[in-house]
């Protein structure tokens, strides 16, 4: 019983006793019938909406009418109680009553005028998704595919944050017009929704779970179209998602086989977005010289392109690259170099994202005052546009320059939120960071004991992860804080599993920490501002 009420094909049947005065199906036709005919047609129509919710404009452009009636319709039928409205302008239908409207509107209007209002409503929110992304992103409004006119204009997107609150407002009805478009014969719209809103999905809400379902759809429709520039688009996207969740080889894969394609069709734009997000998942899994080559392949095409915003993006990311190896002059070049380009092109999460990476940097040299004004800015940026990932990795960057100034309280505030929004994303990598720089924070306070248990649960992230920076990072203070509380022969072993997973990465940290062991003897916690992870560029190679 339970699973033919789950299936909506088969409710009103389940519900229907075989009594007229008792079948769920009669009592909503009695509610029906005292409609005008125009309102039981928009009733109908309004049955067709794949999400759980929607707006005027999106009754509108089902019903095929101007705003202003559609609001009018959809006040008669809340006050019919064939409607409620969950939320101030948004309305929504008791499921039962949205299967009974949906298979009224299969019976009653022909095909091609059902087609008709799903293309109004697929064109109205693809419309109004480009609008909100060139709002939010317009330096990347080039990039997008051409969105449709439709009868019922897009919102007036004023400002980032009002672009930023519709897109959260309707993220779940545009996972469902992504799942319905794709399935039931608009394969293009699912296509373009894909390609319009990745950058929301992926940067800028945090919503994997989100990006995975729009992007898998967009693949589908892609190959059963056969377009394989819409394919590796989509299989693009899903790799970053994927290396989002940790999954660095499976991203690699996916990564690699657009980077194939765009080569295959001659894409040099293509081309270079994916050489710089495979240079950024080369540099989760440690291969930090590939991933240089990658991003410096990536920031010459952008180059003879004289794509502006990709070179800015891959600049940043270089930089990242750089100050993993040691160069840190070098990267804080390229940091600033990006931070110019980004503030030229108008685009504020990249200055905000520059900003943050730039003071990591000036943290390793030392400048750390110079750190704590340059991830504050950044910091200030992301917070104005509501940019949940970006302000948590800049709260964690800023809570290291803080350590540097030996202010450890403030330090301990900063990681303690960022901890939290990292868990509250399901970002694992930002997790494992955030609770280092807790450890690290709380050895400045003097309370090791509590610094070892924020390691030791780091490195148990870290290693989820299977990120070998981060698990040598996390070896390295773990054991500081063990000689600190009186455990030498774990400190011991903690620090010559740190040496061994830098010396496996290639990099500088394997002979610092060698030798400061040597010189030094048993040391306490790691040194605060001593190099951590970082944060690549989100949005690289797009």
Known sequence: MVADLRNERTRLRILDTGDPATSVHAVFSWSCQQLSPPDARGFRLLGLHPGPTFTVPAAASLAGLPPGEASALLRRLVRAHLLAEST????????LLREYARRECEALHRPDDRQAALTRLFDYYLAASAAAMDTLVPAERYRRPAAPSPPVPPPAFTAAEVARSWLDAERCVLTAVAAHSASSGWPGHAIRLSAVLFRYYRDHGGYLLDALAVHGHALRAAREQGDQAAQADALMNLGMITLKQSAHERAVAQIGRALASYRQLGDRRGEARALGNLGMARWRLGEYQQAARDHADSLQIFRALGDRFGQAIELDNTGMVLARLGRYQEAADHH???????????????????????????????????????????????????????????????????????????????????????????????EAEALNGLGEALSGLGRTEQARDRHAL???????????????????????????????????????????????????????????????????????????????DASAGR
């Open 336 to 430: 600033r170099e990006s931070l110019a380009l980004r503030r030229a092109l108008g685009h504020r999460p990249g200055e905000a994202r520059a900003l943050a990476n730039l003071g990591v940097v000036l943290s390793w040299l030392g400048d750390h005052p110079s750190a704590v004004r340059s991830v504050a800015a950044g910091l200030a940026i992301f917070r104005d546009l509501s940019d949940r990932p970006g302000e948590a990795d800049a709260r964690n960057d800023l809570g290291m320059a803080l350590r540097g100034q030996g202010r450890f309280a403030e330090a301990l505030s900063q990681h303690r939120q960022a901890l939290l929004m990292f868990r509250d994303m399901g970002v694992r990598p930002g």
């Open 88 to 95: 101030p302008a948004r309305y929504t239908f008791h499921d």
């Open 458 to 536: 780091a490195l148990a992230v870290a290693r989820q992860t299977g990120d070998r920076y981060l698990i040598a990072r996390s070896h390295e203070l773990l054991a500081g804080t063990c000689q600190a509380v009186g455990q030498p022969e774990q400190a011991r072993e903690e620090w010559q599993l740190a040496v061994s997973g830098y010396q496996s990465l290639g990099i500088g940290e394997a002979t610092r920490l060698q030798t400061q062991l040597a010189t030094a003897g048993p040391v306490g916690a790691a040194v605060a501002g001593s190099p951590a992870t970082g944060e690549a």
